[in-house]
C-alpha cells in the first residue's frame, strides 16, 4: 500500500525567505503526486501534480516541486514566502481513483 | 460558478443521535469521495464513489453510511456507532476518467461537534 511520510510537522519562515517543505512515499509503480493547500477552516485547493515527464513541476502561487525517484521525494519550494502563504500543505499520493495524504506541515510566517 | 457545496458549515450532535452531511457538486464529476480530517493526521478516506448507485469503503469507513442517487449528491451519514464522530468533515470530487491523475477538487468542509 502506498504512503506519504512529511517529516516537518510545523516550519516558520520569515516574510522574503525560501521555503521548502519535504515530502517523501512509498509506493511500488511511478506515482501520481499531489500538493494541496488548505487555509484554516477551509478545504483543499491543488498547488500542483506530478505523474510523468519533466521532474520540475510549477503550480500556482509561485509553487514548484521536484520528484527525485531515487530518494523517493516530491518537495515542495517558493523562493519568496508571502505572509499570505501561511496554511497547511499536504502532500498526497495516487492510486487506483484513491489519494493517501501526509500528516501536514504547517507554515507560519513571521514578519 | 461550478464547484462543491457542504452543509452546514458546523453540525452539533448529542451522543447517540445519527447525523447526515450534505454534499453536492455541480461539475459534472463522476467520482465523490469523503474524507475526515483530525489534527495532525492529514486526511483519511471514508467512502468513496465512482459512478452513481456504487460505492466502496476507504479505510474507515466504520460507523459511517454513504448513498449515490444522483451523480451530483454525496451525503455521508454519521451513525451512533462511530466511536469519535468530532471531527472536520470534506468532500470531494474529480471526473473520474483516467483515474487517480485527475485532481479532486474540495468543498469548504463540515465541522461536526458530538456534545
Known amino acids: 500500500a502506498q504512503s506519504v511520510t512529511q517529516p516537518d510537522i510545523h516550519i516558520t519562515v520569515s516574510e522574503g525567505a525560501s521555503l521548502e517543505l519535504r515530502c517523501n512515499y512509498s509506493?511500488?509503480?511511478?506515482?501520481?503526486l499531489f500538493w494541496y493547500v488548505q487555509s484554516p477552516g477551509q478545504g483543499l485547493q491543488l498547488l500542483l501534480k506530478y505523474f510523468s515527464g519533466d521532474t520540475l513541476v510549477q503550480g500556482i502561487k509561485g509553487f514548484e516541486a521536484e520528484f527525485k525517484r531515487s530518494q523517493s521525494s516530491f518537495n515542495l519550494r517558493k523562493p519568496s514566502v508571502h505572509w499570505s502563504d501561511a496554511a497547511e500543505y499536504f502532500c498526497?499520493?495516487?492510486?487506483?481513483?484513491?489519494?493517501?495524504f501526509g500528516a501536514g506541515t504547517t507554515v507560519t510566517v513571521r514578519a | 460558478d461550478g464547484g462543491i457545496t457542504q452543509s452546514p458549515k458546523y453540525l452539533f450532535r448529542k451522543e447517540g443521535q445519527n447525523v447526515t452531511l450534505s454534499c453536492e457538486q455541480n461539475l459534472n464529476h463522476d467520482a465523490m469521495y469523503w474524507y475526515r480530517q483530525d489534527p495532525g493526521q492529514g486526511l483519511r478516506l471514508i467512502y468513496y464513489s465512482q459512478i452513481v448507485n456504487d460505492f466502496q469503503k476507504g479505510d474507515i469507513a466504520e460507523g459511517y453510511s454513504v448513498s449515490r442517487e444522483k451523480k451530483e449528491s454525496f451525503p455521508l451519514t454519521v451513525t451512533s456507532a462511530q466511536k469519535n464522530p468530532t471531527a472536520f468533515y470534506l468532500c470531494?470530487?474529480?471526473?473520474?476518467?483516467?483515474?487517480?491523475?485527475?485532481?479532486?477538487?474540495f468543498g469548504p468542509g463540515t465541522r461536526l461537534t458530538v456534545l
Open positions: 470531494a470530487s474529480s471526473s473520474g476518467a483516467g483515474g487517480s491523475y485527475n485532481e479532486q477538487f
Open positions: 509506493y511500488g509503480a511511478t506515482p501520481y
Open positions: 498526497a499520493v495516487g492510486n487506483d481513483y484513491k489519494l493517501s
